[in-house]
């Protein structure tokens, strides 16, 4: 699988959707020990905890937030090694399709469903190793990988 440094670690990723992303961060990382790894403007924070992860997204500041089902306040996202494929597989069986499969500046290909219960599940396969500086993110805290 293509490493990506604009990726944060762990293979199921949960995306959680708060008002204020800062703040979000700020209280996560102090309450339960989590550190900021990434701030991409100011709608989402990769936030990590030895070695997994999650993203704080904004309400209506992405694909987990999108209202859907009198609004969403999570979504998972999975790394998969064949996006396409998996794409492919998902639709075949039912998934409700929201977007299918694009290449992004970071470095990572995507697409994401809606399960029978109405939960978002955004795949995506690392397809270059992006530095996030390239594409606008920027790096939070020292010592930050």
Same mark, same amino acid.
């Given at each position: !699988?293509?490493?990506?440094r604009? !990726?944060p670690?762990?293979?199921?990723?949960?995306e959680?959707? @708060? %008002? %204020?992303?800062?703040t979000a961060a700020?209280w996560?990382?102090?309450? /339960? &020990?989590?550190?900021e790894?990434l701030?991409i403007? %100011?709608?989402?924070?990769q936030l990590? /905890? &030895?070695?997994?992860?999650l993203i =704080? =997204?904004?309400?209506?500041?992405?694909?987990?937030?999108?209202?859907?089902r009198g &609004?969403v306040?999570?979504?998972l996202m =999975?790394?998969v090694? $064949?996006? %396409?494929?998996? /794409?492919e597989?998902?639709?075949e069986r039912?998934a409700? =399709?929201?977007?299918a499969?694009?290449t992004?500046?970071?470095?990572?290909r995507? @697409?994401?469903?809606?399960d029978?219960? &109405?939960h978002?599940w955004?795949f995506?396969e690392?397809?270059? $190793?992006?530095?996030?500086?390239?594409?606008g993110g920027?790096?939070a805290g020292?010592?930050n990988p």
């Amino acid at each position: !699988m293509t490493q990506n440094r604009s !990726m944060p670690p762990g293979t199921i990723i949960p995306e959680l959707v @708060y %008002d %204020d992303v800062a703040t979000a961060a700020k209280w996560l990382c102090e309450t /339960f &020990g989590f550190r900021e790894r990434l701030r991409i403007g %100011d709608h989402r924070s990769q936030l990590v /905890f &030895g070695g997994s992860s999650l993203i =704080v =997204v904004a309400r209506g500041g992405g694909r987990a937030s999108r209202p859907s089902r009198g &609004g969403v306040t999570h979504g998972l996202m =999975v790394r998969v090694e $064949d996006v %396409d494929r998996h /794409f492919e597989r998902a639709k075949e069986r039912g998934a409700n =399709v929201l977007s299918a499969p694009e290449t992004f500046p970071f470095g990572e290909r995507q @697409y994401t469903v809606e399960d029978i219960g &109405g939960h978002r599940w955004t795949f995506t396969e690392s397809v270059a $190793d992006v530095a996030p500086e390239e594409w606008g993110g920027r790096r939070a805290g020292a010592g930050n990988p």
